[in-house]
């Protein structure tokens, strides 16, 4: 089955400054996806980033960025120049290819301090 | 703007009530989700369908039924509801590729008196 694994509940970070989000994963797949999802207080999911396992260049959108390790089954999120709109539970989440759902972590609380 | 409406963003209700979470979707997505959010449990999934009339159990179906019978609405049915199941519920809908992540609905959050 797969998991996914988010060791840190909480984290904060100076605004401006860079964080790094830590997730690992574990699955039999060879093809698989992986996404970080960001809920701020409003409580709506939006998608940051999606990661295709079979590339391997790392994913990047804006500010945020992957560190994407096949091998170590990791695959953490680079906030960089934080701001305090980035303030939000963040989830990473695994999908295997087929139609199968997603499994999420247990997500890690950002707090970006002025 | 395409979206994921769930008809509820605050619910309370009583124990033993039958409590119905309606969810609709607007983008002609196959695959429909339930899960629930607790505090420090991450996102569980209670069901899902991938088509009219379908439905498959997630990692915590007990106390909860799913009806699809039109493909943009997936409702969730809490047969006797119980202060276990105070949480907030997010219904989730995508394409059938797994490439694609979800769209989500804004959350219900019940809580079961």
């Known amino acids: 089955a797969q998991t996914v694994t988010q060791s840190q509940p909480e984290m904060s970070v100076q605004e401006a400054e860079t964080v790094t989000l830590s997730c690992t994963y574990d699955t039999s797949e060879n093809n698989y996806y992986l996404f970080w999802y960001k809920q701020p207080p409003s409580r709506q999911m939006i998608l940051v980033i999606r990661?295709?396992?079979?590339?391997?260049q790392n994913a990047t959108e804006n500010r945020f960025s992957v560190n994407f390790q096949k091998a170590a089954k990791s695959f953490s999120l680079k906030i960089s120049d934080s701001q305090l709109g980035d303030t939000a539970m963040y989830f990473c989440?695994?999908?295997?290819?087929?139609?199968?759902?997603?499994?999420f972590g247990k997500g890690t609380r950002l707090s970006v301090i002025a | 703007d395409v979206k994921v409406t769930q008809s509820s963003r605050y619910l309370v209700k009583r124990t033993g009530e039958k409590v119905f979470l309606e969810c609709v979707q607007d983008m002609d997505h196959e695959n429909m989700f339930w899960y629930r959010q607790d505090p420090g449990l991450g996102l569980r999934l209670i069901y899902f369908s991938y088509d009219v009339k379908m439905k498959e159990k997630g990692d915590i179906p007990e106390g909860y039924s799913v009806s699809r019978e039109k493909k943009e609405r997936f409702s969730l049915i809490l047969e006797s509801a119980s202060t276990n199941q105070t949480s907030m519920y997010l219904c989730a809908s995508s394409q059938l590729r797994a490439v694609y992540g979800y769209t989500f609905g804004s959350g219900t959050r019940l809580t079961v008196v």
């Open positions: 990661q295709e396992a079979y590339k391997q």
């Open positions: 989440a695994s999908r295997n290819s087929g139609n199968t759902p997603l499994v």
